[in-house]
């Protein structure tokens, strides 16, 4: 099993409609994380960190829910921008404080927004 | 631009040969990650340093890999002997040590073919 499990879609949305997706984690350990985007071809870029509390950005509304360590992130009035692949990202407590925060990514899902 | 650079962005090489590539990450970083990224999936942990020293390297980097970063700046991964497998998007990240919301930063990858 993956770590970070999530739906590759595509997901074809239609352009100002809602689209949502989850992923899953299995390291009940993981102590941050994060939503990047990609976009075909390029390198990750950081979309939003994600907050216990949940959180928003502009059109972006990220939710964590550590007790069924699942992440979800939904995005309001699509653009044809948003048209990418989202991955979810989890980083562990590190086990000693010199070490890294390596990040653990899904495998993304593909968002598809059609005019 | 003071983003992450990496050198190639493209490399094409025969089974078998050597390859050498290269990242700079933003200057005042002290951590740098290699990270790989097949089609389809999303970038797995390959190595970390902090500063000049390496701090952690994945199962996934086999013998053939080497990765150093000598005066803790610039950073070099090296395949010996490449093998098809080894074709992949090789993504650099650089990050400045600070805790849980550490935000790492790509750079636009190097991709490698080997036929």
């Known amino acids: 099993r993956k770590e970070v499990e999530q739906d590759p879609g595509p997901f074809n949305v239609p352009e100002g409609a809602t689209v949502a997706f989850n992923c899953t984690y299995s390291n009940s350990a993981s102590q941050s994380f994060f939503w990047y985007r990609q976009d075909c071809r390029k390198e990750p870029k950081l979309l939003m960190s994600v907050y216990s509390s949940g959180n928003e950005d502009g059109r972006f509304t990220a939710q964590l829910n550590r007790a069924s360590q699942y992440i979800s992130l939904l995005i309001r009035d699509s653009k044809l921008s948003d048209s990418a692949t989202y991955l979810c990202?989890?980083?562990?407590?590190?086990?000693?404080?010199?070490?890294?925060?390596?990040?653990?990514f899904g495998g993304g899902t593909r968002v598809l927004v059609k005019p | 631009d003071t983003g992450v650079s990496q050198d190639p962005r493209h490399k094409i090489t025969k089974r078998g040969q050597n390859v050498t590539f290269r990242c700079d990450p933003i200057s005042e970083h002290n951590r740098l990650y290699w990270y790989r990224q097949t089609l389809g999936q999303g970038p797995e942990f390959l190595t970390y340093f902090q500063n000049e020293a390496q701090l952690e390297k994945s199962r996934l980097l086999s013998d053939r890999f080497s990765a150093e970063r000598p005066k803790g700046s610039f950073s070099t991964l090296e395949i010996q002997r490449t093998e098809q497998g080894d074709s992949a998007m090789y993504l650099c990240?650089?990050?400045?040590?600070?805790?849980?919301?550490?935000?790492?930063?790509f750079g636009p990858g190097t991709r490698l073919l080997v036929l």
């Open positions: 990202v989890v980083k562990a407590r590190p086990p000693a404080a010199a070490a890294g925060n390596k990040l653990t």
């Open positions: 990240a650089s990050s400045l040590a600070g805790g849980p919301k550490e935000t790492q930063y």
